[in-house]
C-alpha cells in the first residue's frame, strides 16, 4: 500500500466535495497496520469511501488493536463529524482521479513523508475545484454571493481569503520546526523541512519547497526544492518554468545565496551567490572569470546550470553578467566547452 | 439613470458610515426597473437615502411586478438586517459626493459593468472613511483600543486584517471565471475579467485591473489595465504614475509579458515582453535593433510606449537596454522619428 | 522607573507565556503615577507579576486616586478577564529575560514611546516563543493538531495566519494616523509615525520604520528607519544588515525616493533617489558624475552612504551604475577622496 488517511470533507450544497482534511496521513504503512483497515467498508482496497460513525468506531478499534495508538485516537475523534469522513486509500503512485486523492498526495508532502518532484501529480488541476477559503470554512464560489448577504443581514462579516485550487497549508500542516510571517503565502503541498522559516514576504508553491534549515524571503515555484542552509533574499524569483531546454528542473543547492530582488532561472548547485537584484535567466550571456579574474569565455548561463561554487554579478562598471569561480582559467574553459 | 444599488451599510459608533455593501449593484437599469424604484422613499431621484423594512417590502414587491426577480429577492432578504439599509441612486457619472456613491462605483467596476478609467472618480479619496477591516466587520479606527481590549478580557482575538481606505474586493464581490491565491491584495474597486488568475504575489489596485484571462504575479497599479493573454510575472510592476509627459496612462496590451521581478513605466502594445529583472522607465536610453539585429538608434523608452511587437531586454554583455523588433531598420528609424 | 504596563496574556496549556497583549504601555511614568503601582503586590519594583482581580480593583482606585483616568479604566476592564493579567515594570533598559518584558518593549516602539535602535532589545529572540497566531487567539504550535482536528469535527475552521515569534503589530497597537493596506506584513514593534501609509507590498519588521508621513511600498528590515516624505517603491529592499564594514546601520533620511524593485545595502541621506529596478549593494562600484555630467571618479557605494542630494541609476547605454549629485567634480573628488 503507498498510502492511506482518515479525513474530514466539505461539501458544497450541490454534494460535491471541496476539500479533504487529513488529521493523519500514512505513507507506505506497515502490513498490521494496512491490514487492520480492512475493518472498514471495502476493506483496505485503493479508493475513496464515506465512512459511518459505527465504521469509524470499528477502524479506531482495528487500529487500537495492532498498536497504531495515534490513529486509533483520530479515527474516535471524527465521530459525530459534522461534515463527511472519509477513507482513503492509495495502492500505488498513480496519476489523481479524485479530489481525496489530490489533497492526500498534498498532505503527504507538506507533512515531508515525500519530497517534491517524487509524487505522481498527474492530473491534479483536473481534479481540484475552485474554492471560496472563507472564515467559515471551504465554500463553493457560486454559493458566496448568497451566504455573504445573510452574514451581512446578522451584522457579521464571511471573510473570504483567497479563490483558488489550493487552500493554505497551515490550515491543514503544521510541520514541526519552523516559522512563517504569512501563512496565506504557502500552499497546501509545501514541503518545509525542520528549521524553515518562510518570512512575510517568501511565498511556497505546492510540490516545492525548502530541505532547510534557511531562510526563505523569496519566492519558491512550482517544481523548485532548495537545499540545507540557503537563503533566498526578500522578493527573489525561481522560475517555475524548466530550464535548459525542457530536461532540467531548477533547483538550488546546499549554501547558496540569491540575493534580494534577484532571480534565477537556472539551476544553482551548492555555495552559489547571486547579488542582489541580478536576474539571471536561462538565455543570459555570463562571462565567466576564473580565480584570478581572468576571462575564461562567455556563456549562455543554462550551460552554468547546476555547477557549485558560483558567484553571479553584474559588473557596475560595464554592465556585463559576470560569474566568479574558484578554479583556473584553462581546466575552466576546457570543462566548460567539455559540455557543449 | 447611470446606476442604484440597495446597500447593507456599516455605521461608527459615531452614526458615521464605514462601508456599503451591494449585494446586486445596478448599471444603467431598463426604464421599468428604474421605474419600480419610484416605489420607494424618494422615488428614483438622485441620492442616497435609509430604507425601512417597509421600503424594502414596498420594493421588493415593485421589482418583482416589473419581473426583477433578483433584486426583488435582495429587498427582500435585507428586510430585518442588523445595520442600515440604503438606496443609492446615481443619475449620471458625477464627482463623487458621497461614501455611498464611492461604494457603488467600486462595485460597477469589481462587477465588470465599468472599464478602470472610465468612471469619474473625482473626490473618492476625499470621500472614503479610513477604516479598520476586522474580523468583527468595519470600525473606525478610534473605537479599536477599546473594542480589542473587550475582546481580550472575553478571551477572544479582534482580528485587524488592514486599516484602509478600501477594503479587499472579495469580502464584497466574487467575480465569476477567477482565481486569487490572496485575497487581501486586491482591492474593491479592481476589474478582474472572466479567466483572470492573480497568484500570492499579485497585486490589483482599484480602478485598475485585467481584461482576462491572464496570470497575474505582479503589481497591477491604479489606473493600469492588462490586455488579454498577458502575464504579468512574480513581482513586476507597473507604474501607476502618468507617463510620456503626463498625457498618456500606462496600459499593458494582449499577449504581452513582464517577466519575474521586471517592470515598466511606458505603456506596451500587444505582443511585447520585458525580459525578466528589466525595469523600464519612461526616461531609459533604448537602443533599438530590427531583424537583424543592427542598431536602428537610441530613444527614450516613452517614445517607444504603446508600440506592439518589441522585446526588452538587458545585454548581458555590455549592460545596454535594447530592443528588439519585427521591422527593418530604415523602416524602423524613420518610423520611429516620425514622432519626434 | 522606564516603563510599565498593565496586560493581558495568554497562556499554552502547559502553562508557558504564549503573548502579553497590554492595552496602554506607560513610557517614563510620572513620579505619582509611578507611586499608585506601589498599591499592587510586589510594589513598584522592576519584574513581571500576576494580579488578581481584587489588585486590579486596588490599582483602579489608586491611578484613579492620581488622576490617571485612562490607567483607571485599564485596570477596571480587565477585571475578569477571560486569561491571566500582568503587571509588568521595567525599572530600566536592560537585556531582556522574560517574554513580558520583550512584549512590553514591542508595544514601546510600536506606540511611538520609542523609535527604532533606541531600546535594549538583547536577548528578544531567545525569550519569544514560537507561537501559532490563530482565528482563536494564539496557541503553542504543539497544541494545534488537536484543536484543528476539533475545530473540523465541529464543522469550523481554525485559521492558521502565521506561525513566528512576532505578532501582527494591528493585533496589538493600532498607532494613530496610519493607513496600511494588508495587517499581516506589519509586525509587532514596528514604529510607524504619523501619516505613513503602508500598501499592500510595504513589510515593516519589529525596531523598524518610518518618521511619518510617507509611502511605504516596499520592506523596511529590522533597524532601518526611513525619514520624514520619504517613499519606498513597490518591492524596494532595505537591507537589514550593517553596512560600511558592519559599523554603521542603514538608514533613509527626509524626501527620499526609493524606485520600485530596487534596493540599498547603503544608508541614504536627504534628498537622494535610486532609480526603479537598480539595487545599490555595499561593494557596488559606482561612477560618480558632477553637476555638470563629468565623472569625478568611481567609488564602492559604501563610501558615498549617508550622503545627500545623491541620484543613483543604471546607464542604459553601457549599464555604468552612476550617481549623480549636484556639485562641482574637483570639489566633489576631493570631498569623497578626503574619506577613502
Known amino acids: 500500500m503507498f498510502a492511506f488517511a482518515l479525513g474530514l470533507a466539505t461539501r458544497a450544497r450541490n454534494g460535491a466535495l471541496l476539500d479533504v482534511y487529513y488529521p493523519l496521513p500514512v505513507f507506505k504503512p506497515e502490513a498490521d497496520v494496512a491490514k487492520a483497515l480492512a475493518a472498514a467498508p471495502g476493506g483496505n482496497a485503493a479508493g475513496v469511501r464515506e465512512l459511518t460513525d459505527r465504521d469509524l ?33 492509495l495502492e500505488a503512485d498513480a496519476a489523481i482521479e479524485h479530489i481525496a486523492e489530490a489533497y492526500l498526495k498534498l498532505h503527504l508532502l507538506s507533512w515531508r513523508h515525500c519530497l517534491p518532484n517524487s509524487l505522481n501529480l498527474d492530473g491534479i488541476f483536473a481534479v481540484l475545484p475552485n474554492v471560496a477559503w472563507t472564515s467559515s470554512g471551504p465554500m463553493a464560489p457560486a454559493e458566496l454571493p448568497e451566504q455573504a448577504l445573510r452574514a451581512r443581514v446578522r451584522g457579521e462579516l464571511l471573510k ?25 503565502r504557502i500552499r497546501l503541498g509545501a514541503y518545509l523541512g525542520e528549521g524553515t522559516t518562510v518570512m512575510h514576504e517568501g511565498f511556497v508553491n505546492f510540490n516545492a519547497g525548502s530541505h532547510g534549515p534557511g531562510m526563505i524571503e523569496g519566492r519558491i515555484s512550482q517544481g523548485v526544492l532548495v537545499g540545507a542552509h540557503s537563503d533566498l533574499g526578500g522578493s527573489s524569483s525561481t522560475q517555475g518554468t524548466l ?32 547579488e542582489a537584484g541580478l536576474y539571471i535567466t536561462a538565455s543570459t550571456p555570463v562571462s565567466v572569470l576564473d580565480d584570478r579574474g581572468q576571462e575564461a569565455g562567455t556563456f549562455k548561463a543554462r550551460e552554468l546550470s547546476g ?26 574553459n576546457e570543462e566548460l566547452h567539455a559540455h557543449n
Do not use: Q
Open 307 to 332: 555547477r557549485s561554487d558560483l558567484l553571479f554579478l553584474r559588473n557596475g562598471r560595464n554592465g556585463r553578467v559576470e560569474c566568479r569561480t574558484n578554479r583556473k582559467a584553462v581546466e575552466l
Open 57 to 89: 468506531e470499528t477502524l479506531a478499534r482495528a487500529f487500537s488493536d495492532v498498536g497504531a495508538t495515534e490513529l486509533s485516537g483520530v479515527a474516535r475523534a471524527c465521530i459525530g463529524a459534522h461534515g463527511p469522513c472519509l477513507l482513503t486509500v
Open 243 to 274: 530550464s535548459g531546454g525542457g530536461t532540467e528542473r531548477i533547483s538550488i543547492g546546499e549554501n547558496c545565496l540569491i540575493g534580494a530582488n534577484a532571480g534565477t532561472g537556472i539551476a544553482l548547485g551548492d555555495r552559489c551567490i547571486i
Open 160 to 184: 473570504v481569503h483567497a479563490v483558488d485550487k489550493f487552500p493554505p497549508m497551515l490550515d491543514y500542516v503544521i510541520p514541526r520546526g519552523v516559522r512563517i510571517g504569512d501563512g496565506s
